[in-house]
Structure formats: C-alpha cells, structure tokens
C-alpha cells in the first residue's frame, strides 16, 4: 500500500475530493434505538431525515493499519432524545480510538460491559481518547452540526449486535432547555 493524503474540511468535516464517499444513516435505521419509536416513525413518515453520516478510510482492516474519516451529527430531536449515532463496541474490545471536534459540541456517551458509565463533552479544538472497552455513541445536543474527526485500529471491527438488544445504560434528554442524563427504561 502507498502512503495518500485526502481532504476534509476543517467545519464541516466534508470530504470535498469525493476520494471517499459518506455513509447516512436516518431515522428509519435505529427506530428502536431511540426511547420513543412513537416519535421515532412520526419522524420517518415526515421525510425520514438523515440523523448522522461518516466517511471512513477503512484501508486494509488488518492488524497494524489505521482507519480514519470524519463524522457529522446533525443537530435535532427524536421526541425528547437529541440525534444521535447507533453507537457499538469494538469487536476487538480492547481497541481504543481517537475523535477529535472541528465543529459544533455534543456528548461522547460511554459504557463498558461490567457498567461503567461515562458522559465527555467535547468542543471545537479537543481531542477525546476512547480507550478500549467502551462503547461509544455521539450525541448532537446543540443547534449546529457536531463534526469529528476519529482514528481506530483498523482491525477492530464493530460489534453492533449488544448495543441493538440491550440498548445504552443512559441516556441524554433535553428537560426545560437543557440536555440531562437519565437511566434508559428500556435497558435489558
Ligand atoms: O458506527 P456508528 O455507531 O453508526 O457511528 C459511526 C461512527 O463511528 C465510527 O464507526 C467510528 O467509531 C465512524 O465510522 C463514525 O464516526
Ligand atoms: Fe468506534
């Protein structure tokens, strides 16, 4: 493999070379995911509009690689839950990863599998390290377009499958105004 460089705007984390082409998921992929798929499907029959995209340079996905991309999080609400990505663990578990913000703020909301909860908030200019074992999942709280930018070991793999049937331990919420924590009623 040759070494490359590729673009991505610094605001809106678009890859404007088309060298790699963004993945949308909308509303009517992670229905169940979101506390209220009442709101969820009243959201899809108006227009199903897109929660996130990502574009990632997935190169090899061999031990010793990297993958790379950019990932946006519209701004937006499902009922009372902020848009939000699937989230998933590692299928490496151990594997860490790196996000860093360019653009918007929101929440990385993580969990490991014995329950450790943890909530960052991340603003243009930092870098949040994801070390092994935690689940990750973006959240868009604010009234802007959330952008990263994200490094893992391109080996790791994604285990969606223990997020879709059990769900997150928590959940974030906006209540008078302002974006709250609170336990998931449908966690299993
Ligand atoms: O994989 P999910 O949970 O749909 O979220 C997408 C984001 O996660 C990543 O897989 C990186 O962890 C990126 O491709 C993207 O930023
Ligand atoms: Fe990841």
Known sequence: MKPYT???????????????QPVQRRVSQMKMQFADPEAA??????GDPVLYEFSTLLNDEKKGT???GSTIIY?????DEYYMTKGHFH???DSAEVYYCLSGKGFMMMETPEGDVDLQEVHPGEALYVPGRWAHRSINHGTEPFVMLFVYPGD????????ETKGYRKL?????????????????
């Not at 499907?41 to 108006?46: E, G, L, T, V």
């Not at 790791?156 to 997020?163: F, V, W």
């Open 6 to 20: 590729i673009d991505f705007d610094l605001l809106t984390g678009i890859c404007k070379s088309g060298k790699v």
């Open 156 to 163: 790791s793999g994604h285990d969606y499958g223990t997020i």
């Open 91 to 93: 299928t490496i578990l």
């Open 66 to 68: 990297l993958a790379f």
């Open 172 to 188: 974030v919420v906006e209540r008078d105004g302002k974006p709250v924590m609170i336990d998931n009623p449908k966690w299993k």
């Open 41 to 46: 499907q009243k959201a899809i029959d108006s």
């Open 75 to 79: 701004p937006g609400k499902i009922g």
